[in-house]
């Protein structure tokens, strides 16, 4: 299982390189206030000076240290990987020598090695210079550093800014927040075990550590306490019952630890005896937990804390790295290769999106549209949903009522009073009904141009993800087919307009359907009149009663029917006459001497319309309705002909041969095919993570299961 944590530095490795954080690796965090001695137990656990030290801030960036364990023997020679601790037995794979048992690299100076610790630190103080300034500013990019000693166990440790309230220098007002959410960033990581660091002269319940470290992990389950300065607690007082966990308790457990002072350090006391010391004074305050507590044991503790972490994470870690990999795969792909015969792969994208437009419209796509309908189902709904509902809801006496009736035939007739209905009022009416279909046609002609315009936009989103690739050729393609439908838009409105127009050109009273229904409409209204004659006969008879002598001169001998009670007798039409005039004559008497003025003589608005006429508007109306349904009917059937015909079929015919007559030109290869800014940014950066993925599920495949335990 010791094997397990070179594995870890190697796949941090492999992630540094393309600089992202999106694998949560298994690592240890150092969190605690600002001065509790986090760096101070870091370099008690290399065994070597070589963190900045000093008071206030000091730590300014992320320090994510590696530390990896090498025997004595081959310590001084290295080799191109330097986590692989075979490399280390097999001097066929060593590179260069090293005159020195410990050394130490950063990332960001590649393969440069420090022997010199002084150099680590004064590295350190420089990148973090270089990238916070030099007045107390922190920043959360980090700082990577392996080292190779001997003396240390493997593990993967993150020194972190301490907590801190007030800023000072030129630090930001919101330092403290700032501070807080780095930290946050890194122990979130719910793979990362939280060593929180406290002194021992603070209040343990005061512990800004222990509190963040519950925020984000309130079990405590990967959380391991550190008691600093235990040999600065007050005159009196020990530590006794924070080690022994009564005070707070810490599932991972509490060790305690003591660090240099600031004197030793500047009297330049190695760790070695800082250690001893160390060692010498838990013996003599706290003998009973002192093998449990110090440096030596801590480090002891967090390789196995870190090895039994990692065991139980490799899993998950597994199924994540391979789940990405399979995601940066398909992001590369829909990205493409770059563009090496430019000519073939013109014509292919060309000829890509004109099968995929041609068969969105067929319903043959591969990528069907769920959540609306699109291309030839949306076509279909247009045809038969939208216009043909419109067309239902069409009135066929719409606009029309009995005086505009009524006058057209009147107008028909001339000067001379008609004996029956005249035929060009009929068609003069239904013509005017007929015309009201032609606006709703059009409009299914526009409706099915604007769906033909948004399939192109569908293909260029689903079909074609390739076009995006290319935007100068993607303007270039959308442009052309905008324009072949702009050119076919006239031709087929024209001919809806023609349809219309040859309905209105010949009114075919002879059509089958409107013959019978003639033959039904002249049977209902010769119906409808007796009915209404019946109707009248019971009140004329008692008229009859009361006025014999008017029943017996209109009526003819022999006949003993009730025809003669439809003809008024001369006595009544006199009386009528006699009773009318002076009504009528009232409004329109001239006076003595002056010309009458006919058009002087006021026109009724609205009059009662006599049995004839209320008939003959009757039978115009029916006429009108039942060739109007007729023509609609053809209208209904012809448009959608007319609209697949002259627009749809013939864009799908010739969309091909138009794209690649007006886009496959030499001339127009190199900026047609040019890529986006970003494209090649981003498939670079796309290839480099599935590298890096590849690259770490082989890592992870190469554990053996026997590792693990």
Not at 379 to 390: A, K, L, V, W
Not at 629 to 654: C, E, G, Y
Not at 689 to 696: E, P, S, T
Request: net charge neutral.
């Amino acid at each position: 299982m010791e094997a397990l944590i070179p594995v870890i530095n190697k796949l941090q490795d492999v992630f540094n390189t393309v600089g992202a954080d999106i694998i949560q690796l298994p690592q240890i965090v150092v969190v605690g206030t600002q001065s509790s001695g986090k760096s101070s137990v870091l370099e008690s656990l290399v065994g070597r000076d070589l963190l900045p030290r000093g008071t206030g801030v000091v730590t300014r960036r992320p320090l994510i240290l590696q530390l990896v364990h090498v025997s004595a023997e081959d310590g001084r020679k290295t080799a191109g990987d330097e986590n692989d601790p075979a490399t280390w037995k097999n001097p066929r794979h060593l590179s260069k020598e090293i005159d020195a048992e410990e050394w130490g690299k950063f990332l960001h100076t590649k393969n440069k090695i420090y022997t010199d610790f002084d150099e680590i630190r004064q590295e350190i103080e420089n990148e973090t210079e270089r990238i916070s300034g030099n007045n107390k500013g922190i920043s959360p990019e980090p700082i990577h550093l392996k080292i190779f000693s001997s003396n240390v166990v493997n593990l993967t440790l993150v020194d972190l800014p301490g907590m801190t309230k007030v800023p000072v220098g030129d630090q930001p007002k919101d330092i403290e927040l700032q501070i807080r959410e780095l930290i946050l960033q890194f122990i979130s990581n719910p793979n990362s075990i939280i060593l929180a660091v406290t002194a021992a002269n603070t209040d343990m319940a005061t512990s800004e550590a222990l509190k963040i470290a519950r925020e984000v992990d309130p079990d405590g389950r990967r959380t391991l306490a550190v008691i600093t300065k235990l040999d600065l607690m007050d005159a009196g007082t020990d530590a006794m019952d924070v080690l022994m966990g009564r005070v707070i308790p810490v599932k991972l457990g509490i060790i305690g630890v003591v660090n240099r002072s600031q004197l030793d350090i500047n009297n330049k006391k190695s760790v070695a005896d800082s250690i001893r010391d160390e060692y010498g004074f838990l013996q003599k305050k706290y003998p009973s937990l002192a093998n449990r507590n110090g440096t030596k044991y801590l480090a002891r503790t967090l390789n196995r804390l870190l090895m039994h972490h990692i065991r139980d994470c490799l899993p998950e870690l597994k199924t994540r790295i391979n789940v990405l990999a399979a995601q940066y795969q398909s992001l590369l792909n829909s990205y493409g290769e770059p563009v090496e015969d430019k000519s073939a792969t013109l014509l292919q994208l060309i000829t890509k999106f004109a099968t995929e437009y041609c068969n969105t419209i067929e319903g043959t796509a591969k990528y069907i549209e769920t959540s609306e309908l699109c291309g030839g189902a949306r076509i279909c709904y247009i045809f038969h949903e939208t216009f043909g509902r419109t067309l239902e809801s069409v009135d066929p006496l719409g606009g029309l009522n009995t005086i505009d009736i009524l006058t057209a035939i009147r107008n028909a007739t001339g000067p001379r009073p008609a004996l029956f209905v005249p035929e060009v009022s009929f068609e003069l009416l239904v013509k005017r009904q007929i015309k009201r279909l032609e606006e709703p046609s059009l409009r299914c002609v526009e409706l099915v141009h604007e769906e033909m315009q948004r399939i192109i936009q569908h293909c260029s989103n689903y079909s074609t993800q390739e076009l995006l690739r290319f935007p100068k050729l993607h303007d270039a393609i959308v442009e052309v087919v905008t324009c072949l439908l702009r050119r076919r838009l006239p031709v087929t409105n024209e001919m809806v307009h023609n349809l219309v127009a040859i309905e209105l050109a010949y009114i075919n009273t002879k059509h089958p359907d409107f013959a019978d229904a003639c033959g039904l409409m002249n049977n209902n209204i010769e119906e409808q009149r007796r009915n209404r004659l019946a109707r009248e006969l019971p009140s004329a008879v008692p008229r009859d009663k009361a006025a014999p002598g008017a029943g017996d001169v209109s009526q003819e001998p022999g006949t003993g029917n009730w025809r003669g009670l439809l003809k008024p007798s001369k006595a009544e039409e006199v009386s009528a006459e006699e009773k009318s005039k002076p009504a009528a004559a009232l409004p329109a008497s001239p006076q003595k001497g002056h010309a009458v003025n006919l058009l002087d003589v006021p026109v009724p608005v609205a009059r009662k319309l006599s049995a004839r006429e209320q008939r003959d508007c009757e039978v115009i109306e029916r006429l009108i309705k039942s060739y109007f349904l007729i023509v609609r009917k053809n209208i209904q059937d012809s448009v959608p002909k007319a609209v697949m015909h002259f627009l749809v079929n013939h864009v799908k015919d010739t969309l091909q041969s138009e794209l690649v007559g007006q886009l496959y030109k030499s001339l127009l290869l190199d900026d047609l095919l040019t890529e986006s800014e970003d494209m090649a940014q981003r498939r670079k950066e796309a290839a480099d993570m599935l590298k890096a993925l590849q690259r770490a599920s082989q890592i992870i495949a190469e554990i053996r299961e026997t590792h693990l335990w």
